[in-house]
């Protein structure tokens, strides 16, 4: 007998922080689910904590996916790689996803943990290589990783980060783009056409413009408001609009002002919240037996 389900692409916020510490944000990082495939995007600090409250760890990803190269969003990478390579019990390599120089980063990450390595492969006799990556980079179009999930990329603009990368999951017809960090430009604006959610890092220009320190007044060129972030999802037509990265970040509970400013831009779903919240994105119904 015939039947209809739609097609879901899960989002979890699982850091929703950023340079500066917090105690109740942990850093830039999101997971992508869908199909029993999971997709961490970017991998700032405490990840593998978040990604533990949810029942999983480094050997259940399916890939990590970089937008940029800043420490932020790098800070716990080599975290995730030594306890995949520990925790898994048969040879499994990480693949890595990024811009161009995302290959010479991890081969200083490898080098840092030289040591590590191989304290551990001397104590343990069923650890006989050092940990296996895959660093795959990429500038635009399709990204094949051999699952079910679609990947597809495009350029960012955070300039003078350069490269900086946006990424489309597309499953079954339900569809999420990741930003990262960026101004409104072509590149992600091309990824967002027809999506039915968009995950975007935001700052409050209205706060840090008025805040008497030019290191943090650096940032109002490179990143974009809530208003940005909105009018870049209306232009795409995009269904859901999911917030992160918080600058400032807003107590526990807290961001109705954020997502009022959003709404003046985007008439769409606005999803923002604490680390872990989740949001389903759904595609159209499909027919199976």
């Given at each position: 007998?015939?039947?209809?389900?739609?097609?879901t692409?899960?989002?979890?916020?699982?850091?929703?922080?950023s340079?500066?510490?917090?105690?109740d944000?942990?850093?830039p990082?999101?997971?992508?689910?869908?199909?029993?495939?999971?997709?961490?995007v970017?991998?700032?600090?405490?990840?593998?904590?978040?990604l533990?409250?949810?029942?999983?760890g480094?050997?259940n990803?399916t890939?990590?996916?970089?937008?940029?190269?800043?420490?932020?969003?790098?800070?716990?990478l080599?975290?995730?790689?030594?306890?995949?390579?520990?925790?898994?019990l048969?040879?499994n390599?990480l693949?890595i996803?990024?811009?161009?120089?995302?290959?010479?980063?991890v081969?200083?990450?490898?080098?840092?943990?030289?040591a590590?390595?191989?304290?551990?492969?001397?104590?343990?006799?069923?650890?006989?290589?050092?940990?296996?990556?895959?660093?795959?980079?990429?500038?635009?179009g399709?990204?094949?990783?051999?699952?079910v999930?679609a990947?597809?990329?495009?350029p960012?603009?955070?300039?003078?980060?350069?490269?900086?990368?946006?990424?489309?999951?597309?499953?079954?017809?339900?569809s999420?783009?990741?930003?990262?960090d960026?101004?409104?430009?072509?590149?992600l604006?091309?990824?967002?056409?027809?999506a039915?959610g968009?995950?975007?890092t935001?700052?409050?220009k209205?706060?840090?413009?008025?805040?008497?320190m030019q290191?943090?007044?650096d940032t109002?060129?490179?990143?974009?408001?809530?208003e940005?972030?909105a009018?870049?999802?209306?232009?795409?037509?995009?269904?859901?609009?999911?917030?992160?990265?918080?600058?400032?970040?807003?107590?526990?509970?807290?961001?109705?002002?954020?997502?009022?400013?959003?709404?003046q831009?985007?008439?769409?779903?606005?999803?923002?919240?604490?680390?872990l919240?989740?949001v389903e994105?759904?595609?159209?119904?499909?027919?199976?037996a």
């Open positions: 007998m015939a039947s209809s389900a739609k097609a692409i899960s989002v979890t916020l699982l850091g929703t922080g340079p500066i510490p917090s105690p944000r942990a850093g990082a999101t997971l992508i689910s869908a199909a029993g495939e999971h997709y961490l970017d991998a700032g600090r405490g990840v593998l904590l978040r533990a409250a949810l029942g999983l480094a050997p990803l890939a990590v996916v970089l937008t940029h190269l800043h420490s932020d969003h790098i800070t716990d080599n975290d995730v790689i030594t306890t995949r390579w520990v925790m898994m048969e040879p390599p693949t996803v990024g811009p161009i120089g995302t290959k010479r980063v081969d200083h990450l490898l080098a840092s943990l030289e590590d390595i191989g304290y551990r492969m001397a104590h343990h006799e069923d650890l006989h290589a050092p940990p296996g990556v895959n660093v795959v980079e990429v500038t635009q399709a990204i094949d990783l051999g699952g999930v990947l597809s990329c495009a960012t603009d955070h300039r003078p980060v350069e490269p900086s990368i946006g990424y489309r999951f597309d499953y079954k017809g339900a999420v783009v990741a930003a990262g960026t101004v409104p430009c072509d590149g604006d091309s990824l967002c056409v027809g039915g968009l995950v975007h935001v700052i409050r209205d706060v840090i413009a008025n805040i008497p290191r943090i007044k109002l060129d490179y990143h974009s408001s809530p940005e972030a009018a870049t999802a209306t232009r795409g037509g995009v269904e859901t609009l999911i917030l992160t990265h918080y600058v400032p970040p807003f107590p526990s509970g807290g961001g109705d002002d954020w997502r009022a400013l959003a709404a831009h985007f008439g769409g779903v606005i999803e923002l919240g604490d680390d919240h989740r994105v759904t595609g159209a119904a499909a027919k199976g």
